[in-house]
């Protein structure tokens, strides 16, 4: 019988350390800054394309930033056909002239670009912790985007 008992013990005290350590190494790996997500492409690139662009701005000292980046991974990965992802590092001293031409006051911002139709729309700052909000604004961009779309085709016949 306390061999039993030991032999439960000693499974339940490995168990537990194991976890400790897993959460430990998964805390180490864990992204510490909006920049190490690594999320999209460049603005350089994402302007030589005919997508709009979910345009992050950021910076990396900024906690709101972290904590919406797992939305803007989720909504990568949804939108990855429809929309082209970018992260713009605001305090990039190559970033500095969009930055100004934006007019960024807070962070993080995020626009939709869109260099077809050269538009900026401005996503308001309650839908960053409401992805459902979010999407159905993305959803409806997409739709002014395909009206726009229809109606320059009918234009140039």
Not at 116 to 132: G, S
Request: aromatic fraction near 12%.
């Amino acid at each position: 019988m306390k061999k039993k008992l030991l032999i439960t013990l000693g499974i339940i005290i490995a168990m537990a350390v194991s976890s400790v350590v897993g959460f430990a190494v998964a805390a180490m790996n864990a992204p510490k800054h909006p920049s190490d997500y690594k999320i999209g492409i460049t603005y350089d690139k994402a302007l030589e394309s005919d997508k709009p662009m979910l345009a992050l701005f950021y910076v990396d000292w900024c906690g709101y930033c972290m904590k919406f980046m797992p939305k803007f991974k989720a909504l990568s990965s949804i939108y990855k056909n429809k929309y082209n992802f970018v992260m713009i590092d605001v305090e990039n001293e190559n970033n500095k002239a969009l930055v100004e031409d934006v007019g960024i006051s807070g962070f993080p911002t995020v626009y939709i670009l869109d260099p077809k139709y050269d538009n900026r729309v401005l996503m308001a700052n309650n839908y960053y912790q409401n992805l459902k909000k979010f999407r159905v604004e993305l959803d409806r961009y997409l739709r002014i985007r395909k009206l726009l779309d229809k109606a320059v085709s009918t234009e140039e016949k």
